[in-house]
């Protein structure tokens, strides 16, 4: 039984750029959370997707936005791309929103953004 | 704000020895308790989670027990091992009344273990 599945792996990009990070979810999970981690640092809540809309967000620019598919796979757009957007981007996967089992994440291996 | 801090790292020790990671934390409402490994190259990992207060979390020999009076979650391990290395994170999440949950959770900064043989 797969993961949570990231693509891509690796990524370099310039200032100003845009950037997509993609996510597969776990087998029959339904909910998708985007978090950034920095180097040395903690994973930060970004958002959180279920029902194909944005349920939870975190202290986070416009810049980032995101999508849930019907398939529950998810994007996560960041515009205009500034040296500090650099980090290890994770995606996690749960089931049950409103239920312990909500907080029960599987994580992905993330999809790690240089930006120069 | 929700918030967790934990204990300077990095803990470097010795094969057999205790371990001990401590995690302090500050939250509104009723937030269930989590440790979090990341091994290199690899996503996190949920180790062990405590929903309620005096709960105790335990799996692969690692244990924390949440401590609703001084706000805690120590992870504990009586003899660690090589593989153990890794990077362990104490998070939460909130719990609403009624028993709600929603999934957002917060970390701490993380602490990383190395052990030597």
């Known amino acids: 039984d797969a993961g949570v599945t990231q693509s891509p792996t690796h990524l370099i990009k310039t200032r100003g750029q845009q950037v997509t990070l993609r996510c597969s979810p776990k087998s029959g999970h339904d909910t998708v959370s985007w978090y950034q981690q920095a180097l040395g640092q903690g994973p930060q809540f970004i958002f959180q997707y279920y029902e194909e809309e944005e349920r939870q967000r975190g202290n986070f620019p416009d810049r980032f936005s995101g999508h849930q598919f019907p398939n529950y796979s998810s994007e996560l757009n960041v515009n205009a791309l500034l040296l500090g957007d650099s980090a290890l981007y994770l995606c996690?996967?749960?089931f049950g929103q409103g239920t312990s089992g909500a907080n029960v994440l599987t994580f992905g291996a993330g999809s790690r953004l240089t930006v120069l | 704000g929700n918030s967790v801090t934990q204990m300077e790292g990095p803990v470097t020790l010795s094969e057999e020895a205790f371990l001990t990671i401590n995690c302090t934390y500050t939250?509104?409402?009723?937030?269930?308790l989590f440790w979090y490994v990341q091994y290199p190259g690899e996503g996190l990992q949920l180790l062990l989670k405590?929903?309620?207060?005096?709960d105790k979390g335990s799996n692969k020999g690692f244990e924390a027990t949440y401590r609703k009076e001084t706000t805690s979650f120590h992870l504990e391990k009586g003899s660690v091992q090589v593989s153990d290395s890794a990077v362990y994170f104490c998070a939460l999440s909130d719990r609403h009344a009624g028993g709600t949950s929603y999934g957002k959770l917060t970390f701490g900064q993380g602490t990383i273990l190395t052990v030597h043989p």
């Open positions: 996690a996967s749960s």
């Open positions: 939250a509104t409402g009723y937030p269930s």
């Open positions: 405590a929903t309620k207060a005096d």
